[in-house]
């Protein structure tokens, strides 16, 4: 009988995302040392031989793991087109989307606090995530020019810089909100705070890349609104 190919594609990219699914768990809860490649086939409902089939190592699985983590962060960002938008909406839009992203995606965050414990070595060995990183990247810096040019916007910032602090608003807010909810005695992660910090780190951000001009014509337009 024919062979059908697409079928056993399916399939096996079946398998790969129940064992990345069931890794994602196990390395985001245990960390890459704590976790068990006997616990993710359990969980997977794959056997460890097709595990190594699939990713030769427990090493290239947590380093697929960390890829597919970043995918996700981009696809939550899929819809995020700020390019012909003017300069204040798309920095708005940019900021809020990348807050909600993280928010959305605790897995991420401790995932990547683990990574950074091992020195980014697993991530260094990613083929993709450049190319991940580089199109969102330029879009920041088309859109920084664009403000310079319309005057809103101050000269000289760094895309890479920016997007560092927006993703570190967050990224600190969630990966430390258990510590710092005994520090400051506040609930951070109710709806109402959590929408509260959103609305802090857009205008912490349009505050600094916004010229003093552009910031004092904004708030007498919100003030007129009022």
């Known amino acids: 009988?024919?062979?059908?190919?697409?079928?056993?594609?399916?399939?096996?990219?079946?398998?790969?995302?129940?064992?990345?699914?069931?890794?994602?768990?196990?390395?985001?809860?245990?960390?890459?040392?704590?976790?068990?490649?006997?616990?993710?086939?359990?969980?997977?409902?794959?056997?460890?031989s097709m595990i190594y089939h699939y990713f030769d190592s427990k090493e290239n699985l947590f380093t697929a793991v960390l890829e597919n983590a970043y995918v996700g962060l981009r696809e939550y960002q899929r819809d995020l087109s700020i390019v012909g938008l003017k300069p204040v909406d798309g920095?708005?839009?940019?900021?809020?989307?990348?807050?909600?992203?993280?928010?959305?995606?605790?897995?991420?965050?401790?995932?990547?606090?683990?990574e950074n414990l091992h020195k980014g070595v697993h991530l260094r060995k990613s083929k993709n995530m450049r190319e991940m990183?580089?199109?969102?990247?330029?879009?920041?810096?088309?859109?920084?020019?664009?403000?310079?040019?319309?005057g809103v916007f101050r000269k000289n910032i760094d895309p890479v810089n920016l997007y560092i602090s927006i993703a570190s608003l967050v990224y600190h807010y969630v990966s430390n909100h258990h510590t710092l909810e005994v520090a400051v005695e506040r609930e951070l992660m109710s709806e109402e705070r959590i929408a509260e910090r959103r609305e802090h780190v857009i205008d912490m951000v349009l505050s600094f890349c916004m010229t003093n001009r552009a910031v004092s014509a904004t708030r007498k337009d919100f003030s007129n609104a009022l």
Not at 4 to 32: C, H, Q, V, W, Y
Not at 33 to 38: E, M, P, Y
Not at 98 to 110: S, V
């Open 1 to 48: 009988m024919p062979k059908k190919p697409l079928k056993t594609t399916s399939k096996a990219e079946r398998t790969k995302k129940n064992i990345l699914d069931a890794a994602t768990t196990e390395f985001s809860s245990k960390g890459f040392d704590g976790a068990r490649i006997d616990e993710i086939a359990k969980r997977s409902k794959a056997n460890k």
């Open 91 to 114: 920095m708005t839009k940019l900021t809020g989307y990348t807050y909600d992203a993280f928010m959305q995606m605790p897995d991420l965050i401790r995932l990547l606090n683990n």
């Open 133 to 150: 990183y580089d199109p969102l990247l330029v879009n920041v810096g088309e859109l920084l020019r664009h403000g310079v040019k319309e």
